[in-house]
């Protein structure tokens, strides 16, 4: 700042000052910093798990999973069960004469009985279908639980910059009025006024943007939670739960070895038992099927003194199928072997990918954790101080405004910076946690 070199200038300036005290410092400190204390006059916050318990009740997705359990269990009765036996009735137009008397119509019950060993075949197929279903129902469930969780976490990180961008126009807001102040009294650069102005048009933008983001985060959390754009949500999502990053308690080795619990990995290794199964029951097919059958025959009067005129005839019948054509069949158990080999190599893709995903993610959270308690620990705290420091001198004439704003904008990043590490760490943990199946923090 020039010096002043009218004294009735300079009782202007420190009048204005003393009008309007704190106006320098004071939208900045009302920032909420890392690990700050909660306001206990304010309601509590709504949970994490509260919306994650709402979501796995009134998600429609998960409840279809759940009712695809339920269809798959009744397949299991119905691959066991033997086919429907064939009534046949006939009567013949010429009728046909016995020793007893005319034929004048039969009635047949036919029964196919499959050779053994293919109903229970078929019976266990649909027994891993079960196995698959509830496989892919726990995957909609995992999946649920870390895609709340990753909205959760970025309107997190959407309300807090979006809380520090607000506080920041309100300072610059301020810095733009004092300098036009200046500039109007020649005590100020044109340039400074040029720069505070176009850092309170940025903030602005970043304000705009930000309600963006939030509104698409929110409205891809209400299709999870099944609430339309017209409901209100049954939660206040405008304060959220003090987060900070712990110590991650798990080694690498040791998430690798719990991802053998990831439910696409089990899907795919029901998914290759059963293509095992139907390779064994197209075997099958070169075995034959049998028939049981009863004929009963109605029997009319004969016209000669017959002993045991007009009874009626009973018998039984018993067929096999001829399985002579092998082409078909041989066809039928190479797709099945094909299906198999494409099943167990798909296990060794994913389990490939689960374990590389795993790493990547082990890697993030590290990445994230380190962040988070390097500026939350140190450089948050550092810049606040040399933000206070230049805002001292700025009051007392020795430093620049262009200098201040520098230190007030460092302090907003190392904030912004610290909030998405925190964000990070959580959504790479969430991951972790619907691979391996359970709660990592």
């Known amino acids: ?17 003393l009008l309007a005290p704190g106006l320098f410092g004071l939208p900045a400190r009302s920032f909420a910093e890392p690990g700050a204390a909660v306001d206990e006059s304010v309601p509590a916050t709504v949970t994490l798990g509260e919306i994650i318990e709402y979501a796995l009740k009134e998600n429609p997705a998960l409840r279809a999973s759940g009712v695809g359990v339920e269809a798959a269990s009744q397949r299991v009765h119905q691959a066991r069960t033997l086919g429907d036996p064939v009534l046949t009735y006939s009567h013949g137009i010429d009728k046909i004469e016995t020793r007893l008397g005319p034929a004048n119509s039969s009635v047949t019950l036919m029964q196919k009985i499959p050779f053994p060993g293919k109903l229970s075949t078929k019976g266990s ?3 891993v279908g079960v196995e698959i279903a509830k496989s892919e129902r726990s995957s909609a469930e995992r999946t649920l639980v870390a895609r709340v969780k990753r909205l959760y976490y970025e309107l997190y990180y959407i309300d807090k910059t979006t809380t520090l961008a607000r506080e920041n126009k309100a300072v610059l807001d301020y810095f733009v009025e004092v300098s036009r102040s200046n500039y109007s009294l020649n005590v100020s650069k044109l340039d400074e006024l040029v720069r505070a102005e176009r850092l309170r048009a940025a903030s602005s933008l970043t304000i705009i943007r930000l309600e963006e983001e939030r509104v698409s985060a929110l409205a891809r959390l209400r299709s999870a939670l099944n609430i339309g754009l017209g409901q209100s949500l049954p939660f206040d999502l405008t304060r959220f739960e003090s987060l900070t990053v712990p110590q991650f308690g798990y080694s690498v080795a040791e998430l690798s070895i719990k991802a053998s619990a990831d439910t696409t990995l089990k899907t795919l290794g029901h998914k290759l038992a059963r293509a095992r199964i139907n390779e064994k029951s197209a075997k099958y097919a070169y075995m034959p ?3 049981l059958g009863v004929k009963y025959t109605d029997i009319g009067e004969s016209p000669m003194a017959v002993t045991g005129s007009g009874r009626d005839a009973l018998g039984v019948s018993v067929g096999v199928t ?3 054509w092998r082409g078909g069949k041989r066809a ?39 962040v988070a308690h390097l500026y939350g620990d140190t450089l948050v705290p550092r810049a606040k101080e040399s933000y206070e420091f230049a805002e001292a001198r700025y009051r007392n004439g020795q430093e620049k405004l262009g200098r201040l704003l ?25 991951e972790l946690e619907r691979i391996t199946g359970e709660e990592l923090l």
């Open 1 to 17: 700042m020039d010096r002043i070199r009218s004294p009735l200038l300079l009782l202007f300036l420190l009048c204005l000052l």
């Open 125 to 127: 197929a649909a027994m």
């Open 289 to 291: 099927d049998f028939h």
């Open 322 to 324: 001829l399985p002579i």
């Open 332 to 370: 039928g158990v190479a797709q099945a072997r094909a299906e198999r080999e494409q099943a167990r190599l798909a296990v060794i893709t994913a389990a490939t990918e689960i374990d590389s995903k795993v790493h990547r993610l082990y890697q993030s959270v590290q990445s994230a954790a380190e």
């Open 406 to 430: 520098e230190t007030q904008s460092m302090w907003i990043d190392f904030r912004r910076v610290y909030f998405s590490a925190v964000r990070d760490f959580f959504i790479a943990v969430s």
